[in-house]
């Protein structure tokens, strides 16, 4: 745990490996596969690699969105709920999260950005940096959106699978990082738009809640990630 006032913006290459990152950390979170779906998958067909290409991009097109997080067994101590607003240009969240089990969890502000995390104690203003604590898997939240589609002739080419159709969604199992790890990260579409990203069970789970209003930005907030820099 820091204070705030030692972080620092690292320089845009390592931003772009922090969400790069995140993909891959969906792998060493609990793996499995739930429902109905293919645990193998089909190679992608050439309609659905473009498809798969655009969604990420398609959500970073979005000014901000509403997220709803779940992570972590109900019953645990690390068990975290958070409903954030994401900036996608920004690549910053915000929000609130319990953590705890249910019944039992405690609510916080939160603020997350690719660098580092940061939520409201009554100790104040906490921060940490990515890779320790039990918010550190909520990085994969970054991995939702990309400023760019991503190449279509590569992912057919790689071990990203159709997994199959699940509550009207269909379900994609997104490429290993490296080679010989296991690809476990899915991504669900609806009509072509990301719906949902997990990591094959349901210990870690995100998705895009169109219902939903964005919240600006808080002043005390925007002060904070200024106070970073």
């Not at 609990?30 to 998958?41: V, Y």
């Not at 473009?50 to 992570?71: C, D, K, P, S, W």
Request: aromatic share 6%.
């Amino acid at each position: 745990m820091r204070p705030l006032s030692f972080l620092r913006r690292p320089h845009p290459s390592i931003r772009r490996g922090a969400i790069f990152a995140a993909v891959v950390l969906g792998a060493s979170v609990l793996a499995g596969c739930s429902g109905g779906l293919s645990e193998t998958g089909e190679p992608l067909t050439t309609a659905q690699s473009e498809m798969l290409a655009q969604a990420r991009f398609q959500l970073g097109q979005t000014e901000n969105y509403v997220a709803h997080i779940q992570l972590g067994d109900p019953e645990s101590d690390s068990h975290v709920v958070a409903d954030l607003t994401v900036d996608a240009t920004e690549h910053r969240a915000w929000g609130t999260a319990k953590r705890g089990p249910e019944g039992l969890a405690v609510e916080e502000r939160v603020l997350l950005t690719t660098d580092w995390y940061a939520w409201n104690s009554n100790q104040g203003w906490q921060a940490s940096g990515w890779g320790q604590g039990d918010l550190a898997p909520m990085i994969i939240l970054f991995s939702l959106s990309a400023d760019r589609p991503e190449n279509a002739q590569l992912l057919q080419q790689s071990d990203a699978r159709y997994l199959g159709t699940e509550d009207d969604l269909e379900v994609y199992r997104l490429p290993s990082a490296t080679a010989g790890s296991e690809a476990v990260t899915r991504l669900w579409l609806d009509d072509n738009k990301l719906e949902r990203l997990d990591n094959g069970t349901d210990d870690l789970v995100i998705t895009v809640d169109e219902s939903a209003t964005p919240e600006p930005l808080p002043d005390d907030l925007a002060a904070l990630i200024e106070s970073a820099k």
